[in-house]
């Protein structure tokens, strides 16, 4: 679990974001593969098809690449194709604005921050806890890597569970 | 040539190298080869208007009928018809229907479809008949008077009538006395009689409505005299009445003189920026700078009145989420507040939420303090508020807020 490279993702996302662009690609990891997936899950992002060096197509009628394209059909992946693989996501825009705001990474390499449930319930109610701020903003989110997976803060205090803090998503 | 550079064959230097790397414009300050042309990403990304636009179509989309379809269409329609439809076909540019028969996908199109050719009671605005066409003291004609009609019309009547005429002349008969709008443009229900103000359904009578229209006259007239080319213009801008002006909340916040130096000596000017609010959601931030300290107030004043914008308000009382705002060297922070907490910011923001109608918020203006950029970055703060409901449109997810619902609405 490298946290040097989900902080050039979280920077990656930023940018994107202010360039406007509407697909764009992430190095292929499991790590950045389940947060892309719960961050799709939260609706900030639109898709997330794990593809090759070029973009994958669009699907005709979404206008944004499906993860099980039935057209084109799934490249699998290989011993020889997997270190080429890398992860397209589709991001999305509303009102001239983009729906994912600020990706600010929470853990860094050299700290990494653990959160128990009562902290958790704490820092989902707005209060700050273990050094990590509450969600105080309408929309704002907080990604935690759990045992069951990269989760949502509100959906680990909804199964009583604690974990690494990842990122936090304005 | 310094010892450093490896001495090169001569004819080398005429041709250039394959790689880029030699052809260095600047200094390099690094030992990896500078990049002449603007990079490009390793991986092609997507920009979002790409991304989104459907097909567009183009002139040469829409062709002709070939003879297939032409043969095909003989057998549908009469001869008639066919002219009818290949003179639609030649009347209309294959240009314009590209440019014009896509649908927009720009941030300002409509929700709905419509070709704005009819006014929709429930969506558009009302379109109310002027005022000027009623007419109160209309009368039906009488039977003689429709007599007079027809024998106006029968003494007017050419040699050579048709029935047309006598069509033309039932068409235009007037069946009141009275406004010709009154009956040809009357109330409907597409333009329905709204009451304009100070109109009332039983609606005087000519004398008093003229009594009473000089009445106002004079009143407006005394007003008048009172109020202030900039008063004037005021109220026509933003339509608020003299009234409504004075019972809004303004108050001035800076005030200080600002020079301007020039080669004749300084010259003093005052500065003065001020806050108007209704107390209930509406705030403005107005500016002036004057010779004169009381025309630069009501300067900045009116100003304020006309930058008068919705501010976001939760529960009418805190604002939506921790904002900041910057504005020069200011920073500062915004934070929500529950109920009771009271206006726990410094004396600048204080006056802002009281003019707004925030009751409950606390700051930290972090940085410099400068009073007038804080006034700004409080306001730029107040505006960048996100809409729950909006963010939640934008996420497609499902938004519920709790204490609303937790209180049944009655918080």
């Known amino acids: 679990m490298s946290l040097v490279n989900l902080a050039s993702v979280c920077a990656h996302l930023n940018n994107a974001t202010k360039a406007r662009l509407g697909l764009t690609s992430i190095p292929n990891s499991n790590l950045h593969l389940k947060l892309c997936q719960a961050l799709q899950n939260s609706g900030y992002i639109s898709s997330v098809v794990r593809g090759g060096p070029t973009p994958p197509p669009t699907h005709p009628i979404l206008g944004h690449p499906t993860a099980n394209d039935e057209v084109e059909g799934v490249e699998p992946i290989t011993r020889d194709n997997v270190a080429s693989r890398r992860l397209w996501l589709g991001l999305k825009y509303w009102q001239n604005e983009s729906v994912l705001g600020k990706v600010k990474l929470v853990s860094k390499p050299t700290r990494r921050v653990h959160l128990n449930v009562e902290e958790l319930r704490r820092v989902v109610r707005g209060e700050e806890a273990g050094y990590v701020a509450g969600l105080r903003s309408p929309g704002e989110s907080l990604y935690l890597s759990t045992d069951r997976g990269v989760l949502e803060a509100r959906e680990c205090v909804e199964k009583k569970l604690g974990g690494l803090v990842l990122c936090r998503v304005l | 040539m310094s010892l450093a550079r490896p001495a090169r064959c001569l004819f080398c230097s005429f041709s250039r190298a394959a790689t880029q790397s030699t052809r260095v414009p600047r200094r390099q300050f690094h030992p990896s080869p500078a990049q002449l042309t603007n990079r490009k990403p390793k991986f092609p990304n997507i920009k979002a208007p790409e991304a989104s636009s459907q097909s567009v179509p183009k002139p040469e989309d829409f062709k002709p009928y070939t003879e297939e379809e032409k043969a095909y269409l003989a057998k549908e329609y009469s001869a008639a018809q066919l002219e ?209 300290a009381a025309d630069a107030k009501t300067q900045s004043q009116y100003r304020a009145i006309r930058n008068m914008q919705p501010i976001p308000r939760y529960e009418n009382r805190t604002i939506f989420g921790d904002v900041s705002g910057k504005v020069g060297a200011v920073e500062l922070q915004l934070m929500h507040r529950p109920p009771g907490f009271g206006l726990r910011v410094q004396y600048l923001i204080y006056e802002m939420c009281r003019a707004a109608g925030i009751h409950d918020l606390a700051a930290r203006v972090s940085r410099s303090r400068n009073k007038m950029n804080t006034v700004k970055a409080a306001y730029e703060a107040l505006m960048s508020q996100r809409d729950p409901e909006e963010v939640a449109r934008a996420r497609g997810r499902k938004m519920v807020d709790v204490r609303k619902v937790y209180y049944a609405g009655k918080v």
């Open chain 2, 84 to 292: 009818a439809v290949k003179a639609g076909e030649a009347a209309i540019d294959p240009k314009d229907l590209a440019e014009q028969c896509n649908e927009r996908d720009d941030p300002l199109k409509l929700n709905y479809v419509d070709d704005f050719s009819v006014i929709e009671p429930g969506i558009d605005r009302h379109v109310r008949a002027p005022e000027s066409n009623s007419d109160y003291n209309f009368k039906l004609k009488s039977e003689d008077d429709f007599v007079k009609d027809f024998g106006r019309f029968f003494a007017e009547m050419p040699d050579n009538a048709t029935g047309a005429d006598f069509v033309k002349f039932t068409d235009e008969l007037r069946l009141t006395h009275g406004k010709e709008e009154n009956e040809l443009n009357p109330h409907s229900a597409l333009v329905p009689d709204l009451f304009g103000p100070g109109e009332t359904i039983d609606e005087p009578r000519v004398e008093e409505r003229k009594t009473a229209a000089e009445k106002g006259e004079k009143e407006r007239s005394l007003q008048a005299e009172e109020m202030t080319d900039a008063l004037k213009s005021l109220l026509l801008a933003t339509g608020y009445t003299a009234n409504q002006i004075r019972d809004f909340r303004l108050k001035t916040l800076v005030s200080h003189s600002v020079v301007n130096q020039t080669r004749l000596g300084k010259v003093r000017r005052a500065y003065r920026l001020s806050i108007a609010g209704n107390g209930n959601g509406l705030l403005g931030v107005g500016e002036g700078k004057s010779d004169e």
